[in-house]
């Protein structure tokens, strides 16, 4: 197998299988179209070299402290810190270069004489304008906003190398720190996306306004932006040289992002929040050469994650993150940004019950309500309000569900009439088997005593029970039914001979399954 990275076959069907010199001339004419330079993290991003390839930082929320006063003491303010995990990956490439073939070609002026084969001109050349290149290209195109990590992809594509951007805007937008999701801006549309952006760049809080911010999107729809408010006649100019992609009225940039061309997306953030790691990321000075036989292999690997400092300081539109606007919360600017952040943060399920914890994120308006809605499909259907603890977390318990049976849970803020609801989660019921807890033996005469069992059926499953009983193990034993109820069973047993020793077990019954409890033994009196 050859995999070698030079296909030079048309070279010798046109020039034919000899070489000429000029080697400089020659050189100045190998062109190529562009290639995409890397630019949406080198422009935007804090690049941190770091060994770590799991980097941990942190965010923290805090409640307001400021209260009427008062000669008591009562504590008012909280300060929550929060984890947040950035994982590296580690990535290659692998190049095969046999660079004889082009010593009868054209290609001739990138060979050398009396030296090794790895100090050729054509292994340099392969090196710096092709590999280095090809690596800001493809982490461009293909990682840094449309990569989702698969390690168990057999493909041996980028776009399988690392979480991009998308990804993590996705996935922020039901984390638990959640990403600001900005509702009612839709997929970006030339038509309207001078409206669109300012819409977007409207639900930003106003303390950002004298902040720089980075609205992100598709190279072409930067573009668009500019032409639309061109069309709408929003240019007060000398000339076409003083247009650019500033939001006006603010410091707000917009920045055409070649990682994003092809998608209707839109996103932002401020400078620095976003973090790009890499561990031994040099192109060029770190790329291994071994030579074998007559070829080159060149190989690079290294580590990359991509991640942001702090949610809260990301925006992106319901579109982006593929999210349906459930919120239906409407300000006079029609915009909403997600300033209250309901989250579910446990679902503990029973048979019939489901305990729920949830957490509010940002300050609950006076008169608001938190609710978890709940339903046997997505469209839910139930609600049941939750009561807010000491800690101030929020809870309820769900009653009266279906056994074995996966329910829908979202939690939900009112505010008047407006609801803002957090990410939909999944939880399943239980089908809790009984279980036996004790036999007892009492009223024991000559000829009778009296079995009763205590068990527990969570489920209600029991629909029958009995005892079994014999004076020998190696024989069948008697079976005597009984009656479970609420949890015991009682049997009377008759017919039984003085001055022997019985063995007995009892059993409770779901179908055709018994459960049983261990033999034991009693003995009846002599007289």
Same mark, same amino acid.
């Given at each position: 197998?050859?995999?070698?990275?030079?296909?030079?076959?048309?070279?010798?069907?046109?020039?034919? #299988?000899?070489?000429?010199?000029?080697?400089?001339?020659?050189?100045?004419?190998?062109?190529?179209?562009?290639?995409?330079?890397? &630019?949406?993290?080198?422009?935007?991003?804090?690049?941190?070299?770091?060994?770590?390839?799991?980097?941990?930082?942190?965010?923290?929320?805090?409640? $307001?402290?400021?209260? /009427?006063?008062?000669?008591?003491?009562?504590?008012?303010?909280?300060?929550?810190?929060?984890?947040?995990?950035?994982?590296?990956?580690?990535?290659?490439?692998?190049?095969?270069?046999?660079?004889?073939?082009?010593?009868? =070609?054209?290609?001739?002026?990138?060979?050398?004489?009396?030296? $090794?084969?790895?100090?050729?001109?054509?292994?340099?050349?392969?090196?710096?304008?092709? &590999? #280095?290149?090809?690596?800001?290209?493809?982490?461009?195109?293909?990682?840094?906003?449309?990569?989702?990590?698969?390690?168990?992809?057999?493909?041996?594509? /980028?776009?399988?190398?690392?979480?991009?951007?998308?990804?993590?805007?996705?996935?922020?937008?039901?984390?638990?720190?959640?990403?600001?999701?900005?509702?009612?801006?839709?997929?970006?549309?030339?038509?309207?996306?001078?409206?669109?952006?300012?819409?977007?760049?409207?639900?930003?809080?106003?303390?950002?306004?004298?902040?720089?911010?980075?609205?992100?999107?598709?190279?072409?729809?930067?573009?668009?932006?500019?032409?639309?408010?061109?069309?709408? !006649?929003?240019?007060?100019?000398? @000339?076409?040289?003083?247009?650019?992609?500033?939001?006006?009225? +603010? #410091?707000?940039?917009?920045?055409?992002?070649?990682?994003?061309?092809?998608?209707?997306?839109?996103?932002?953030?401020?400078?620095?929040?976003?973090?790009?790691?890499?561990?031994?990321?040099?192109?060029?000075?770190?790329?291994?050469?071994?030579?074998?036989?007559?070829?080159?292999?060149?190989?690079?690997?290294?580590?990359?994650?991509?991640?942001?400092?702090?949610?809260?300081? &990301?925006?992106? =539109?319901?579109?982006?993150?593929?999210?349906?606007?459930?919120?239906?919360?409407? /300000?006079?600017? !029609?915009?909403?940004?997600?300033?209250?952040?309901?989250?579910?943060?446990?679902?503990?399920?029973?048979?019939?019950?489901?305990?729920?914890?949830?957490?509010?994120?940002?300050?609950?308006?006076?008169?608001?309500?938190?609710?978890?809605?709940?339903?046997?499909?997505? +469209?839910? !259907?139930?609600?049941?309000?939750?009561?807010?603890?000491?800690?101030?977390?929020?809870?309820?318990?769900?009653?009266?569900?279906?056994?074995?049976?996966?329910?829908?849970?979202?939690?939900?803020?009112?505010?008047?009439?407006?609801?803002?609801?957090?990410?939909?989660?999944?939880?399943?019921?239980?089908?809790?088997?009984?279980?036996?807890?004790?036999?007892?033996? @009492?009223?024991?005469?000559?000829?009778?005593?009296?079995?009763?069992?205590?068990?527990?059926?969570? +489920?209600?499953?029991?629909?029958?029970?009995?005892?079994?009983?014999?004076?020998?193990?190696?024989?069948?034993?008697?079976?005597?039914?009984?009656?479970? $109820?609420?949890?015991?069973?009682?049997?009377?047993?008759?017919?039984?001979?003085?001055?022997?020793?019985?063995?007995?077990?009892?059993?409770?019954?779901?179908?055709?399954?018994?459960?049983?409890? $261990?033999? =034991?033994?009693?003995?009846? /009196?002599?007289?």
């Amino acid at each position: 197998m050859s995999n070698q990275v030079l296909t030079i076959e048309k070279i010798v069907e046109e020039y034919g #299988k000899y070489y000429i010199q000029n080697a400089k001339e020659n050189r100045s004419r190998l062109v190529r179209s562009l290639m995409q330079p890397a &630019v949406t993290l080198e422009k935007n991003a804090m690049h941190v070299p770091t060994e770590d390839t799991v980097y941990r930082s942190g965010n923290y929320l805090t409640e $307001s402290v400021i209260q /009427p006063f008062s000669t008591d003491f009562t504590p008012k303010g909280g300060v929550e810190f929060i984890p947040n995990t950035i994982i590296q990956r580690q990535v290659k490439t692998d190049i095969k270069i046999i660079p004889n073939e082009i010593e009868e =070609s054209w290609l001739a002026f990138l060979a050398a004489n009396n030296c $090794s084969i790895k100090d050729w001109p054509v292994v340099r050349f392969i090196m710096e304008e092709y &590999v #280095k290149r090809q690596i800001e290209e493809d982490r461009e195109n293909k990682i840094v906003y449309k990569g989702v990590y698969n390690p168990a992809s057999t493909e041996k594509i /980028p776009e399988v190398c690392l979480d991009g951007i998308h990804k993590i805007l996705t996935d922020g937008a039901a984390a638990d720190y959640p990403i600001n999701v900005v509702n009612k801006i839709g997929e970006l549309d030339e038509a309207t996306i001078f409206d669109q952006v300012e819409a977007f760049d409207a639900a930003i809080p106003s303390r950002y306004f004298n902040e720089k911010v980075i609205i992100f999107m598709a190279p072409e729809y930067a573009r668009a932006y500019l032409a639309n408010k061109r069309e709408k !006649g929003y240019y007060n100019i000398k @000339s076409d040289d003083e247009i650019n992609l500033a939001i006006d009225f +603010s #410091k707000h940039m917009i920045f055409a992002s070649p990682a994003m061309a092809g998608t209707k997306h839109i996103w932002a953030t401020v400078p620095r929040n976003l973090l790009w790691l890499t561990k031994r990321y040099q192109p060029i000075s770190n790329m291994q050469m071994q030579v074998e036989d007559r070829y080159v292999k060149l190989l690079l690997d290294w580590w990359e994650g991509i991640g942001f400092r702090c949610n809260q300081m &990301v925006w992106a =539109s319901e579109a982006t993150i593929g999210a349906s606007a459930t919120d239906t919360a409407s /300000p006079s600017n !029609g915009i909403v940004v997600r300033t209250i952040n309901p989250v579910l943060t446990g679902a503990v399920a029973g048979d019939t019950t489901v305990d729920v914890t949830a957490k509010v994120l940002g300050e609950l308006p006076e008169g608001a309500t938190v609710r978890v809605a709940y339903g046997t499909t997505s +469209s839910l !259907g139930s609600t049941a309000d939750m009561t807010q603890g000491e800690d101030g977390g929020f809870y309820a318990q769900l009653t009266g569900l279906t056994r074995n049976t996966k329910h829908y849970l979202e939690v939900q803020v009112v505010v008047s009439d407006d609801v803002y609801s957090g990410v939909k989660a999944e939880v399943k019921t239980l089908t809790t088997a009984p279980s036996l807890t004790a036999l007892a033996m @009492s009223d024991i005469t000559t000829t009778t005593a009296k079995a009763t069992l205590t068990y527990s059926d969570p +489920s209600n499953l029991v629909d029958g029970g009995g005892v079994e009983i014999t004076t020998d193990l190696a024989e069948t034993p008697t079976n005597v039914n009984g009656s479970p $109820s609420a949890g015991t069973m009682a049997v009377n047993l008759t017919s039984l001979t003085l001055s022997t020793t019985y063995y007995v077990r009892a059993y409770v019954k779901v179908g055709t399954e018994k459960t049983y409890t $261990s033999w =034991s033994t009693f003995a009846t /009196p002599a007289t």
